[in-house]
């Protein structure tokens, strides 16, 4: 009988983590679409780093500069979800973070066709992961 119980349990809670948390927001949605885009590029970026591909740098670097244009300012209104007891600092963080991302991007295109020196490239993917994180740690909701 604890048997039946014990299995019971289990298939209502596997249904229950099955459940998606609560539906994702149109404003959710695009976030998310841009740190997917956001992910790829640095992806791209470390494995032209790797790889020693000039070409596969660029198009991270393309990746990334396509998200811009207020690539985060843009979700402020989701990103304030992230932080209801201080949604201005949560804006804050955005601006700051965009600033220095697209600081990077810029030093890093022009480290790859001037100096082709990759320790700088790398330095400059190391900086932007640090802002991608530095937000994580701050407004992300679920744990790593
Ligand atoms: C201003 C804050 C901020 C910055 C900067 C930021 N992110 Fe995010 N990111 C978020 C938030 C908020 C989420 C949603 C977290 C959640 O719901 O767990 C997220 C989620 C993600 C996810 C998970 C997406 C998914 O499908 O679940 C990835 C991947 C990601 N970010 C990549 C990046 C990368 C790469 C960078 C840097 C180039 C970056 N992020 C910079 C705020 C930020």
């Known amino acids: 009988m604890k048997k039946v119980f014990f299995s019971l349990g289990l298939v209502i809670s596997l249904s229950v983590a099955g459940q998606p948390h609560t539906p994702m927001t149109p404003e959710q949605k695009a976030l998310q679409k841009t740190m997917k885009t956001l992910a790829k590029g640095l992806t791209r970026i470390q494995y032209g780093i790797l790889y020693n591909d000039q070409d596969e740098l660029l198009a991270g670097v393309r990746m990334i500069k396509r998200t811009q244009d207020g690539f985060l300012t843009r979700h402020g209104e989701a990103l304030k979800e992230y932080m209801p007891e201080n949604p201005k600092f949560a804006v804050s963080l955005a601006k700051l973070s965009e600033k220095n991302i697209e ?6 295109r022009s480290d790859i066709f001037s100096k082709k020196d990759y320790s ?8 932007i992961m640090q802002e991608c994180v ?11």
Request: hydrophobic share 30%; charged share 35%; glycine share 8%.
């Open 134 to 144: 530095g937000c994580h740690r701050k407004l992300r909701k679920r744990k790593w």
């Open 103 to 108: 600081r990077y991007i810029r030093m890093m």
């Open 120 to 127: 700088r490239i790398t330095a400059g993917y190391t900086h």
